[in-house]
């Protein structure tokens, strides 16, 4: 099946440690996207990939990072300096980044930081 | 600023009523307005609308774009309870840094 993995469902941490959420599309899709969401907010983009090996800061990137080595892949960490990480996280993805090219979303990862 | 402003943030109708949800927009050299159903995780695509004046319609769905008035609407007619879920809108940037800027959703609610 062709489509976007996130793995974990669910992922609890202790506050003050660093967490990796995993995507993975098998969508042979150029541009790949990480978007937290908040109860009542709509999505906000952390970090967005138009091509492996780069990847922009998004509207609220501070306290996390992201890599690109593969197509396929976009991993993105959480880290300590993140000062609210607990949120629903979604990873999407798009053929290319041209504004015309629908953005097609993974199943998301809900973080609790205790 | 990008922004995109959803409402009504929340409806509770009945089966068989019809809803419009509306959606306007200031977006950076914007190229296209996207809606989505979430219901509880991820959004799902519904319509990509890119020119003004031209209605996209999928079974009792519909949207249509005025790019001059910097608004869209969904309607959605004959509700059922599955069309509960939160519809987002989300307009597109064109140019170097292309990305979506999401309004907060509206929350429809059907009840039998």
């Known amino acids: 099946d062709g489509g976007i993995t996130q793995s974990p469902k669910y992922l609890f941490r202790k506050e003050g440690q660093n967490v990796t959420l995993s995507c993975e599309q098998n969508l042979n899709h150029d541009a790949m996207y990480w978007y937290r969401q908040d109860p009542g907010q709509g999505l906000r983009l952390i970090y967005y990939?138009?091509?492996?090996?780069?990847?922009q800061k998004g509207d609220i990137a501070e306290g996390y990072s992201v890599s690109r080595e593969k197509k396929e892949s976009f991993p993105l960490t959480v880290t300590s300096a993140q000062k609210n990480p607990t949120a629903f996280y979604l990873c999407a993805s798009s053929r290319q980044n041209r504004g015309t090219d629908t953005q097609y979303f993974g199943p998301g990862t809900r973080l609790t930081v205790l | 600023e990008d922004k995109v402003v959803q409402s009504p943030l929340s409806l509770v109708v009945h089966e068989g009523d019809t809803v419009t949800l509306n959606c306007s927009y200031e977006v950076t050299n914007f190229r296209s307005l996207l809606w989505y159903k979430q219901e509880k995780k991820a959004p799902t695509f519904l319509f990509m609308l890119?020119?003004?004046?031209i209605e996209k319609k999928s079974g009792r769905l519909s949207s249509i774009l005025d790019k001059k008035e910097l608004f869209s609407i969904l309607n959605i007619t004959a509700t059922q309870t599955g069309d509960s879920a939160v519809y987002l809108c989300a307009g597109i940037t064109q140019g170097g840094s292309e990305k979506l800027v999401f309004g907060k959703g509206t929350k429809l609610t059907v009840n039998p």
């Open positions: 890119t020119s003004s004046g």
């Open positions: 990939s138009q091509i492996v090996n780069d990847f």
